[in-house]
């Protein structure tokens, strides 16, 4: 009698080895993703390829009281997606969520459990697999759809589903973690995943607020205003906003309201016919025919004229204007963002400023934080404007040295973040031009009383606004620490600082302890 051990392996055990390898390497493969959308759009590729299914649904979920969820869905048109998301709380996906284990039905309608359900009943489901991912609470749940297959065949697509759940599971919750920590080091990051916002450096959680702000409004096509201290970056939000937005890849047009004369900003904003005006002797487009399908930015918008405000409160309101010397209007499709460092409520209470027109534009406001406000960005913006001013002026890329980031954390900015970055370009260049290894606090604070490499103190008279405060700063924290013992704790106080705001001044400053 033959041994039948010793026989070639049947083809089809052939095919299921082969089948189980791939299975097993591409687990594999999902354990490599760092983030969990990636990781999502193939796990729910690999299990629609795994049984065949027509449609398929897997979603993740946040389950420390946020409102985090991923899902992506395969094979759905919009009205069936929207009613599987609508079955996370009833019907199969319910059932499969509430007792933690899969639902393995050849056709839902005739099923018993659920052919009564009118989403079965419309949607003529029949093979349906649905498994949670996780144990209780489940992280997630995968919804699998498609044609009734041979008993031997659903085994064991059901056999390897709850396979791929169970390594899904492990997957998820360590990408989930990931995801979690680096969301509270750096708040800014979920509102940043629905943005392009490149330009804005930092991770304070005053910016993260405005980010989160901002997400809210860049995908509707409303207008905008946007308010904060002058120097803040509302520019650059203003272009984050346009390209985060529904008219991304259209125009965007700015205009600085107040940085022309009051008889020409009409003609720049609206355009002139020829003779319309002494300079006008061809037809001029202004920047709102510039901005069509796209944005206009206004910045400075507390500068226009009581008239001037009157045209645009018009654009706005009838998406119509009329271009200097013109007799018809003439149609405009643009969305309006507007900025200003002026208190509105002022001007409009002093006249200056049409409240209709306020009302218009304040549809949605954005406060944009000062830089005191996010202090802890200026680190890492001094870095990012040394790397722009390399590039943009060709000099060779140098570091801000330790002394150099601890004078720029500590010194006040009262002219933001432009004039941070005004401050940082100029000591790359000065760097530079001495051939320096890196840019010091000279470089950024030449003059100053205190920085390293100085001869001496100069005049108070010779002193810029910010070396005296600098100088100022500096006495004041010296004498309150010595005078509090050098308890920190009790210097705070004096000073109404936080401790760590403190100890980030005795570093800048270089104090210590006298004997």
Not at 131 to 152: C, D, F, N, T
Not at 432 to 437: M, T, W, Y
Not at 488 to 512: E, G, K, N
Request: with cysteine; charged share 25%; proline share 5%.
């Amino acid at each position: 009698m033959s041994d039948r051990s010793n026989q070639p392996l049947e083809a089809e055990e052939l095919e299921r080895i082969r089948v189980e390898r791939d299975l097993y390497r591409r687990l594999l493969e999902l354990g490599a993703h760092s983030e969990v959308e990636a990781f999502l759009k193939d796990a729910l590729a690999l299990l629609v390829e795994l049984v065949g299914a027509r449609e398929g649904y897997l979603e993740l979920r946040d389950d420390e009281g946020r409102e985090d969820v991923w899902w992506i869905a395969e094979g759905f048109g919009p009205e069936e997606l929207a009613e599987v998301r609508r079955r996370m709380s009833s019907g199969i996906i319910a059932e499969a969520l509430s007792t933690g284990r899969i639902v393995d039905t050849p056709s839902a309608l005739l099923d018993p459990r659920f052919f009564e359900r009118r989403s079965v009943q419309a949607g003529r489901v029949e093979r349906v697999l649905c498994a949670p991912i996780g144990e209780a609470p489940p992280r997630g749940v995968l919804y699998l759809q498609g044609k009734p297959a041979e008993e031997a065949r659903a085994a064991e697509d059901r056999a390897r589903v709850e396979l791929v759940a169970r390594h899904l599971a492990p997957l998820a919750e360590n990408l989930v973690i990931r995801r979690r920590t680096a969301q509270a080091a750096d708040p800014t990051q979920a509102p940043r995943e629905k943005l392009r916002a490149e330009g804005l450096v930092g991770r304070s959680p005053a910016l993260a607020a405005t980010l989160a702000e901002v997400a809210l409004v860049a995908p509707l096509n409303v207008t905008v205003l946007l308010t904060g201290e002058s120097g803040t970056g509302k520019s650059v939000l203003a272009r984050a906003i346009h390209d985060s937005g529904p008219r991304a890849g259209q125009p965007f047009v700015e205009l600085n309201c107040g940085s022309l004369p009051e008889s020409l900003v009409e003609s720049e904003l609206f355009g002139a016919l020829p003779g319309s005006h002494s300079t006008a002797t061809r037809r001029l487009p202004g920047k709102v025919a510039a901005a069509e399908r796209g944005t206009l930015f206004l910045d400075e918008i507390g500068e226009l004229s009581v008239a001037t405000q009157a045209k645009l409160l018009q654009l706005l309101q009838s998406k119509r204007y009329y271009p200097l010397g013109a007799g018809e209007p003439v149609a405009a499709d643009v969305r309006v963002i507007a900025a200003t460092n002026v208190d509105l409520d002022a001007a409009v209470a002093a006249g200056r400023f049409r409240e209709d027109l306020y009302y218009r534009l304040k549809v949605l406001p954005v406060r944009v934080p000062s830089l005191a406000e996010r202090a802890a960005d200026v680190p890492e913006l001094a870095r990012a404007f040394a790397e722009r001013a390399a590039e943009r002026h060709g000099l060779p890329r140098l570091a801000l040295s330790l002394g150099a980031l601890r004078a720029v954390e500590a010194a006040p900015w009262p002219g933001n973040v432009r004039q941070l970055e005004n401050a940082i370009e100029a000591a790359c260049i000065r760097a530079a031009g001495e051939g320096a290894a890196e840019v010091g606090e000279r470089h950024v604070f030449p003059g100053a009383a205190h920085a390293t490499g100085e001869a001496g103190p100069r005049a108070a008279a010779e002193q810029t606004f910010q070396e005296a405060t600098r100088s100022f700063q500096r006495a004041l924290v010296e004498r309150t620490l010595e005078e509090a013992g050098w308890n920190v704790t009790a210097a705070a106080q004096r000073l109404d600082l936080a401790r760590s705001h403190l100890y980030t001044l005795i570093r800048a400053f270089d104090l210590s302890r006298r004997d």
